[in-house]
């Protein structure tokens, strides 16, 4: 094999990639044995899965410039090294704190490598047909790879302590530094572009506080104290950014990229695609072992379905890129998606149904970020693919952290809402089934019976809405990105 081989280079940079998208999801089967373990609470729970998404999101503009700025490979390098580091932390982490510290480190090793994947590959694949191939790919890893986490959760903490999750990214981290030093090519950097370090700042700040206070709306006692000064502090943060922005000559952002249609179009498919997958599959999961009683292991397998038709779907969008056109296949994904998400909620409980649901859910969506990246990177200039790059990964980091913000909020919000209704047990048993769980046990049998199965069908009415949800914005997005495409066409046609 040539030594530069472009399909190893892609090997390497799926393999990093892989690592990246399991750890937004391979908590979802171990939160039950962490939460126990850590006594986190159920808003310390949302940090410890959340805190993830929203770092890379904040830094990724950034890591784009730099990789733009001095070479994507020394980007990815360097990104491999922190996330080997923060994963060993995470590893052993004795408090819910110190956890969430930790994947914010772990973050900062994502945002480093995310951009250079995708900009390496768009560098590495010269012919048009091979490159949307291969996004086709990568868009198949990174949407089966979040949607595998639960599985490869289940799996270790069948043998290992929930801090194996996270232990086994360092052997992957180890062979991927090796392979990159010797088969990916360093590529050059483009000295002008810039890093705005107050910026990056800026966005992050923003993102951390508009979820913030997301979450708190969805408390059962909201702090209004909280509430406004949360909002407050992240809004003026992503207005202080977007204005930076308009002001500067060679902003880490360019947005005259979302002019073009079919790149804005990509941007949105991405957002809702990544919110709705990582949003339902959080709930889904922990339904399967708090209502109906699953090991984490079972509970993974149960939803196999989806990563395993995601893996299949995305080459094969790639594939089909050239006939349909990228905004015409994301429409028509983003509609299947939808369907499958609303076939789950109209046959809550039945497997056979919810089998089919997440078949149809996990061959949407993973087909839908293949159309969506191919959208975004191959609408902008070549210079700019970390920038590109950057922005695509945003709005699936972003879209992820809204998922889990907003629809985890609902879920959290109507539960809480239920069982308060039926009244009588307690702050502990309001805030979380987790709490139910842990309060029932101190109870008499037909006490406790009575709380479970209040509890129980107050947490099914709240995956429930949030199926619904995220079913109707699925479609919502759908017939909004058909729209864009064909504004786009007859923009084209008309110049």
């Known amino acids: ?192 572009h810039p890093f705005d370090p107050a910026g990056s700042l800026q966005i992050l700040v923003g993102l951390v506080g508009v979820t913030l206070a997301i979450k708190e709306i969805a408390r059962p006692d909201p702090s209004g104290w909280v509430l406004v000064l949360s909002a407050g502090v992240g809004l003026a943060a992503l207005t202080l950014f977007f204005r930076r922005l308009r002001r500067q000559a060679n902003p880490m952002i360019d947005l005259t990229l979302f002019r073009d249609p079919r790149f804005a179009g990509g941007v949105i498919g991405a957002v809702v695609s990544a919110a709705a997958l990582l949003g339902v599959q959080l709930a889904i999961t922990q339904r399967l072992q708090l209502v109906q009683g699953l090991s984490p292991l079972q509970a993974g397998l149960f939803v196999l379905p989806i990563p395993l038709a995601s893996f299949v779907a995305g080459p094969v969008a790639g594939l089909m890129l050239g006939r349909l056109g990228a905004g015409r296949l994301l429409a028509a994904t983003l509609g299947i998606s939808g369907a499958g998400i609303l076939i789950y909620a109209a046959g809550f409980g039945h497997r056979g149904v919810e089998l089919l649901s997440f078949t149809l859910m996990g061959a949407g969506i993973g087909a839908a970020m293949t159309a969506a990246s191919s959208a975004i990177m191959l609408n902008a200039p070549t210079d700019r693919a970390g920038m590109a790059a950057s922005v695509e990964e945003v709005s699936y980091e972003l879209g992820g952290a809204l998922g889990i913000a907003m629809l985890g909020s609902l879920m959290a919000g109507i539960y809480s809402a239920n069982l308060a209704a039926a009244g009588g047990w307690g702050p502990e048993a309001t805030d979380s089934l987790d709490g139910a769980l842990a309060l029932a046990a101190t109870l008499p049998a037909p006490q406790a019976g009575r709380l479970l199965d209040i509890a129980n069908a107050a947490f099914d009415r709240a995956t429930g809405v949030v199926a619904l949800t995220a079913g109707l914005t699925l479609l919502g997005a759908a017939f909004w990105v058909g729209r864009i495409d064909r504004a786009g066409k007859a923009v084209q046609q008309g110049a």
């Open 1 to 192: 094999m040539p030594a530069r081989s472009p399909w190893l280079v892609l090997a390497v940079v799926s393999s990093a990639l892989f690592l990246i998208v399991i750890d937004m999801t391979v908590l979802y089967t171990a939160l039950p044995t962490l939460t126990r373990d850590l006594g986190a609470s159920a808003t310390e729970k949302l940090w410890i899965v959340n805190a993830y998404s929203l770092v890379v999101a904040g830094l990724l503009p950034g890591a784009g410039a730099l990789g733009d700025r001095y070479g994507h490979r020394r980007m990815f390098m360097i990104g491999l090294v922190i996330f080997g580091a923060a994963s060993l932390a995470a590893g052993f982490a004795p408090s819910s704190a110190l956890l969430i510290a930790a994947r914010a480190l772990l973050a900062v090793g994502a945002a480093a490598m995310m951009p250079a994947t995708l900009s390496i590959i768009r560098h590495t694949f010269e012919d048009p047909d091979q490159r949307a191939f291969a996004i086709g790919i990568w868009a198949a890893v990174a949407s089966g790879g979040a949607a595998l986490g639960p599985v490869i959760g289940g799996a270790l903490l069948e043998h290992f302590h929930w801090g194996a999750v996270f232990l086994v990214n360092l052997p992957v981290v180890l062979a991927a530094l090796a392979m990159t030093a010797a088969f990916v090519p360093a590529g050059k950097g483009h000295g002008h």
